[in-house]
């Protein structure tokens, strides 16, 4: 096994053998086993390990240690052959790390590439529930239903547990998790059941992380958590049955952030978040339904209470499809900040205007709007249908700051800034952020310029930001 490891840092050799010039002999070797052992925390366990030939001071210093990284870190470039060795050593040398029966460990992670049996990873977090694990993070391709060892739902040392598996998750009936704090997860749930366990056996849980998780065999869960802090919701895989027949009811009253990007796959509602601060929501709906625009009104209607929204254009796309958006739309009367995101590779051009104007009629105390990819263009060259309907509340009595960024001089930019000359009346500060394209076009900057003066007489009292 040694002989496939790699030898620690030349550096490290040539302290301990005293070749460096102008270093006694084997310094650091002298240093307190508290100093060495952090020295080691910074290298990759298999080279922390690695160390142990140095000399006689150093032989068992590792075991000292508490914080373990094993990943494969297996390269193409190898042949398949060598990769199996490596992948063989590294793996006996977990199984020699987890046991033996020396210190606790505060944070350990497993991550592998390559496939592993699942007796394996069974027994590895046994022996790390065993010496007391605070941080455990396992990111294996087990491809299979799979068992965790039971103690790991009973722990009480455990804060922070990852589970990035490509497994369905069986968990046992008795679940007790007193002291974890953060869960993020990204496996395949075995049913309603197991699942509403889980999360019944957090008490004190605070973040929670559900990446792109398997709902299928699931109908209708609850997941009550009144400590949860921060949600984290990552469902963006697609599979042959785009929308199912599941339904996640969150309830966290102390949640402060959410961030929720999905293909809405499953029925999300969020109830009673009354504490919460920011959101970010990107819906993306590939069907145009009228069931996806339902879900994403519903989905809406669970944040009405957030104060800063960071909304993406195609979730503004996705609700476009529902009829009488604007009767459904929820009153966001605690809303101060609102930002309409655009993917980089996104295509403005389905941006939706009349959407937004909706959401702005919504949005009595709102003070700043951030809009990356200015209007539609199609919208204000054809009718001018959004300037014609009543002006937002928001706009003529609470916006102070608005900006705009990628500006590239056209018609629907303008038409918006001179909009908001005549109706934000109480605006203090707009902030125009150039495009590429704009900054290399100097006659374009020139004409522009020009009806800018006109908008700035109109805004007497707001600074123009032209940047």
Request: glycine share 4%; net charge negative; charged share 25%.
């Amino acid at each position: 096994m040694d002989s496939a490891l790699p030898s620690p840092s030349s550096k490290i050799q040539k302290l301990v053998k005293g070749e460096d010039k102008g270093v006694d002999k084997d310094i650091i070797s002298k240093l307190p086993d508290s100093i060495l052992l952090y020295i080691l925390s910074f290298l990759l366990t298999k080279d922390a390990v690695r160390t142990s030939i140095l000399s006689t001071k150093w032989r068992y210093l590792w075991t000292g240690m508490s914080n373990f990284d094993f990943n494969d870190d297996l390269s193409y470039k190898k042949t398949k052959e060598k990769n199996i060795e490596l992948g063989t050593c590294l793996l006996e040398l977990v199984d020699r790390v987890l046991l033996n029966d020396s210190a606790h460990i505060k944070k350990l992670r497993l991550s592998f590439d390559m496939p592993v049996r699942p007796f394996r990873p069974y027994l590895w977090v046994k022996f790390a529930v065993m010496r007391n694990v605070q941080d455990l993070d396992l990111s294996l391709p087990v491809n299979t239903t799979f068992f965790l060892h039971p103690s790991l739902f009973t722990s009480k040392s455990l804060t922070k547990l990852q589970l990035y598996m490509d497994c369905v998750l069986k968990v046992p009936s008795s679940i007790c998790l007193s002291a974890l704090k953060m869960l993020h997860l990204s496996v395949e749930f075995l049913d309603d059941q197991s699942c509403q366990q889980l999360f019944s056996g957090c008490p004190v849980l605070q973040e929670l992380v559900l990446y792109n998780c398997v709902y299928k065999n699931l109908k209708r869960i609850t997941i009550s958590i009144p400590t949860l802090r921060r949600l984290t919701i990552y469902e963006l895989t697609l599979g042959p049955d785009d929308f199912l027949d599941c339904e996640i009811k969150i309830y966290a009253t102390d949640l402060i952030s959410l961030s929720c990007e999905t293909y809405l796959t499953v029925d999300l509602s969020f109830c009673n978040l009354s504490s919460l601060v920011d959101a970010f929501v990107d819906v993306t709906n590939y069907n145009d339904t009228l069931q996806a625009a339902h879900r994403a009104l519903k989905l809406l209607a669970g944040i009405q209470g957030v104060k800063s929204l960071r909304i993406s254009n195609e979730t503004l796309g996705c609700v476009s499809y529902a009829e009488n958006i604007r009767a459904h739309l929820p009153m966001f009367h605690n809303l101060t900040r609102l930002e309409v995101y655009v993917e980089p590779s996104g295509d403005p051009g389905e941006y939706t205007d009349e959407t937004l104007m909706d959401i702005l009629q919504k949005t009595p105390s709102l003070e700043s709007l951030d809009i990356p990819e200015g209007l539609n263009p199609r919208t204000c060259l054809v009718g001018e249908d959004w300037i014609l309907n009543s002006v937002p509340h928001c706009l003529r009595s609470c916006l102070k700051e608005f900006s705009i960024s990628n500006f590239n001089g056209k018609v629907a930019e303008i038409e918006l800034l001179k909009y908001l000359s005549k109706n934000a009346t109480i605006l203090e500060r707009m902030r125009i952020y150039s495009s590429e394209t704009f900054e290399a076009d100097l006659k374009k900057q020139e004409e522009i310029n020009n009806q800018l003066q006109i908008l700035r007489e109109g805004l007497a009292s707001c600074i123009f930001e032209f940047l």
